[in-house]
């Protein structure tokens, strides 16, 4: 295929040389968040500017799932399968409750307004991990232009106790993030700006500590050329695929390029799916693409 390069031997026991890059849906605006629920075999993500949440099924095709939904971005599922979406324009991390309703979880600290949460994780022990840069409160196209209260940060909410605490501060664009298959490593991409106005536009890799609640290190983990990682998930290998300029790139644990998925707009998000979770979801700009791999998306623990 080809839209697959090989840049290590192992990427190709990962992929399928038979498995075309399928376009599914085409016509949206900007595309993020996408969520694969295993139990319903269908996936929701995400189509910003839209303001709304779209649902696909194999069976199904596409259908509005909620519209207006908040300018909605990066979503997951929590460890009850409840589907937990950042919002843009409300300026929040909210819960889809079993029987529909939607449940501000987070939308200040200490007092002040969150500025517009982007991506979201749940940890094996309930906790939601999120980021929030300012990009949703820049433009009226991606949510409503509104002042920043707060610093761009990563934190971590506890559901059980209903409390919000920072886990990292020095990012200036926190974006996507993602835990190792073991939780022992938090990824946190960070697409902005240094102070000279340089690009930073890199994944950072971070150790969690051994109560689970905090993180230290952020070395530099991988800088795709050309940059976008706005948004990665784990196989379950440990291997980190995540978005690129230029498509999909699939790097090892070391930081080291395994090989690329091409694609042939902006890919701002991925999720495994599908029976196996080794269909990926690829939200690319104005389309949904997808492509079955030879790799399985990690487990939740
Ligand atoms: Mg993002």
Known sequence: MDELEIIDKRFKGYVLFNAPLEQLGDGFRWLEGPVWFGDRQCLLFSDIPNDRIMRWSEAGGFEVFRQPA???????????????????????????????????????????????????????????????????????YEGGKQKSEVPPRVYRFDPGDGTLSIVADDFDGPNGLCFS???????????????????????????VDGDGKTIRGGDHFYKSIPSNADGFRCDEDGN??????????????SGALLGKIKVPSQVGNITFGGRNRSRLFICASHTLYAIYTNQRGAQRP
Request: proline residues 7%; contains cysteine; aromatic residues 8%.
């Open 181 to 207: 298959p073991d939780e022992s490593r938090l990824y946190i991409s960070d697409t902005g700006t240094q102070p000279s106005d340089e690009p930073v536009e890199h994944i950072r890799v971070f150790d």
């Open 240 to 253: 980190v695929w995540t978005s690129a300029g230029d498509g999909v790139h699939c790097v090892d644990p």
């Open 70 to 140: 908040g300018f909605p971005n990066g979503q997951t599922r929590d460890r009850q399968g409840r589907l937990i979406t950042c919002s843009h324009y409300n300026r929040c991390v909210t819960r889809t409750e079993l029987d529909g309703t939607v449940t501000v979880l987070a939308d200040r600290f200490d007092g002040k307004r969150l500025n517009s949460p982007n991506d979201v994780v749940v940890k094996s022990d309930g906790s939601i991990w999120f980021t929030d840069p300012p990009y949703g409160i820049h433009t009226d």
